[in-house]
């Protein structure tokens, strides 16, 4: 009996924004919405919180993702993704991961969570000790 081997790529994110995002059309009609969501990394042993990870998005024919602003709160369910391109100066070949969302894809969401009318309120979560989840 022959295993079978599952691939999966599926990755989900939520955070705020902190900038407004950058919205690129083409002639076809096409437009990717570029963002950068900070991804919270728990606290330390000294009860101070680690630095947050900054994960790129690319989201393909999302029109609500176009309206997006500096400081909603948006929860992402995507796949990794990569661009590779040569360095123009060295000809190195050079990567850049980000998270690729398309509307077309199954299970692909961008979507704006909560209160978007106070870009001052604080970072509230639902969960207070993200050390106590076990996964």
């Known amino acids: 009996m022959t295993e079978q081997r599952r691939e999966y790529n599926r ?14 059309y083409f002639e076809s009609g096409a437009f ?9 990394q728990g606290k330390n042993q000294d009860g101070g919180y680690k630095p ?3 994960k790129d998005v690319k989201a393909w024919g999302f029109e609500d993702a176009a309206n997006l602003r500096k400081g909603d709160r948006v929860h992402v369910v995507g ?7 040569n360095d123009r100066q060295t ?13 077309k894809f199954t299970g692909h969401e961008v ?20 050390d106590s989840i076990p996964f």
């Open 111 to 130: 979507y704006v969570i909560g209160d978007t009318s106070s870009q001052t309120q604080p970072d509230e979560s639902p969960v207070d000790d993200y």
């Open 32 to 40: 990717v919405v570029s963002f950068s969501v900070p991804v919270y």
């Open 79 to 85: 796949q990794f993704g990569q661009d590779v391109w």
């Open 52 to 54: 947050s990870v900054w």
């Open 11 to 24: 990755v989900e994110i939520e955070g705020k924004l902190a900038r407004d995002p950058d919205v690129k």
């Open 91 to 103: 000809g190195e070949e050079r990567k850049k991961e980000h998270i690729f969302v398309n509307r």
